[in-house]
């Protein structure tokens, strides 16, 4: 199985060498015979070929059977024209690799439950699955632009929805629910947007075919105060691009840290894209002091999803639960009575979980605290 790995920008090399250290490690364990082969992408990109997504990286991409990528995003280059900073390299990916639907779960780590800044009686339990149409919406629709000039220049978008865009990502999004606990929520503002009310109308004709899912349509302003107040309501929310975009995020942090949050976008029949959904945090890049937990379970999400290995997957999920509880802790994770350590460290203690020396993580645990 080959694997296209982008390390991309700011921490992403440094968490790209604890994953890539950690699937050589799995894979070699469960027989998997996994390649592994870098690819520039990103400011990285601009900076040896001069362009975001150079062809050969795309190519490479579309030959694996997963990608799995860092983080995009360096400010050097945020005053270049849109289409040239290393953010269009993303878009240009998932458009040349096909993927329509993103997923993000978020599910809160019991370890972890202190970190968030709700509430421990709100969040505990919380299991939930955001599934973001990706292509269409107002990020892509057409026309868009700027006319007119001064006082009277206009800037506009359009959010335009066809019924194949929506039914795909609401079949994926009802077979996700199915096979989890048979409750999905579509979010859209069809109050207000004919676009809205033709998502609607497509999720609702399509939930027939799905007998044992109970379906709830949520306004997005709603679904996003429902998301801080009772987030355990929610298995699986589909909804479209933008307010995916936006709801994803907040969901994102019921765990408490972004760091410890991995995504997948997926196609029809072409190699899926393994990310967290962290960013490249150019401000800690090159201190060893990035968090890779997030990059460890994109990894574990490519493993399940994108190449059908459960067991390598859910060895990968284990050994970040066994390191967690036994108290080890990045900076942006860190809480009374835990061990500090930094982005190396983390990767070390993983793959000790991972070969199987649970003790020994937890008596180095104890060894760092006294």
């Known amino acids: 199985m080959n694997i296209t790995l982008l390390p991309g920008d700011g921490i992403g090399p440094e968490i790209t060498a604890v994953t890539k250290d950690l699937l050589q490690a799995v894979g070699s364990r469960h027989g998997l015979g996994l390649t592994l082969e870098e690819a520039?992408?990103?400011?990285?990109?601009?900076?040896?070929?001069?362009?975001?997504?150079?062809?050969?990286?795309?190519?490479?991409?579309?030959?694996?059977?997963?990608?799995?990528?860092?983080?995009?995003?360096?400010?050097?280059?945020?005053?270049?024209?849109?289409?040239?900073?290393?953010?269009?390299?993303?878009?240009?990916?998932?458009?040349?690799?096909?993927?329509f639907a993103n997923l993000r779960p978020v599910k809160v780590i019991p370890s972890l439950l202190g970190a968030s800044?709700?509430?421990?009686?709100?969040?505990?339990?919380?299991?939930?699955?955001?599934?973001r149409e990706l292509t269409g919406g107002i990020y892509f629709g057409q026309p868009k632009g700027r006319i007119g000039c001064g006082t009277e220049e206009r800037a506009f978008n359009t959010m335009t929805y066809g019924a194949m865009e929506v039914d795909r990502?609401?079949?994926?999004?009802?077979?996700?629910?199915?096979?989890?606990?048979?409750?999905?929520?579509?979010?859209?503002?069809?109050?207000?947007?004919?676009?809205?009310?033709?998502?609607?109308?497509?999720?609702?004709?399509?939930?027939?075919?799905?007998?044992?899912?109970?379906?709830?349509?949520?306004?997005?302003?709603?679904?996003?105060?429902?998301?801080?107040?009772?987030?355990?309501?929610?298995?699986?929310?589909?909804?479209?691009?933008?307010?995916?975009?936006?709801?994803?995020?907040?969901?994102?942090?019921?765990?408490?840290?972004?760091?410890?949050?991995?995504?997948?976008?997926?196609?029809?029949?072409?190699p899926g894209l393994f990310e967290p959904v962290h960013g490249s945090a150019p401000d800690i890049a090159g201190q060893d002091r990035a968090n890779p937990l997030a990059m460890a379970l994109s990894a574990a999400m490519?493993?399940?999803?994108?190449?059908?290995?459960?067991?390598?997957?859910?060895?990968?999920?284990?050994?970040?639960?066994?390191?967690?509880?036994?108290?080890?802790?990045?900076?942006?994770?860190?809480?009374k009575g835990c061990v500090a350590v930094g982005c190396r460290a983390m990767g070390e203690h993983l793959l000790a979980a991972l070969e199987g020396s649970g003790h020994d993580v937890d008596a180095q645990r104890d060894v760092n605290r006294v």
Request: with cysteine; hydrophobic share 45%.
């Open 117 to 131: 800044s709700l509430k421990p009686e709100v969040v505990s339990g919380v299991d939930l699955l955001v599934v």
């Open 169 to 270: 990502i609401a079949a994926m999004a009802f077979t996700l629910a199915s096979r989890r606990r048979n409750r999905l929520c579509s979010v859209d503002k069809a109050n207000v947007l004919d676009v809205s009310q033709l998502w609607r109308e497509r999720v609702e004709r399509m939930a027939p075919a799905y007998p044992g899912v109970t379906v709830e349509h949520l306004y997005v302003d709603n679904a996003a105060m429902q998301l801080i107040r009772q987030p355990r309501r929610f298995d699986v929310l589909l909804t479209g691009n933008l307010f995916g975009d936006i709801l994803s995020d907040e969901a994102a942090m019921l765990s408490g840290s972004i760091g410890v949050l991995p995504s997948a976008s997926l196609g029809e029949g072409g």
């Open 40 to 99: 520039p992408m990103g400011g990285a990109a601009i900076a040896a070929c001069g362009e975001p997504l150079p062809e050969e990286t795309l190519r490479r991409c579309r030959k694996a059977d997963a990608v799995l990528l860092a983080a995009i995003g360096d400010p050097r280059y945020d005053q270049l024209p849109r289409q040239q900073r290393p953010e269009s390299g993303l878009l240009g990916l998932r458009a040349g690799l096909k993927l």
């Open 302 to 335: 490519m493993l399940r999803l994108g190449l059908g290995q459960e067991a390598a997957a859910t060895a990968l999920e284990t050994a970040v639960d066994q390191v967690l509880q036994a108290g080890f802790r990045t900076p942006d994770m860190m809480a």
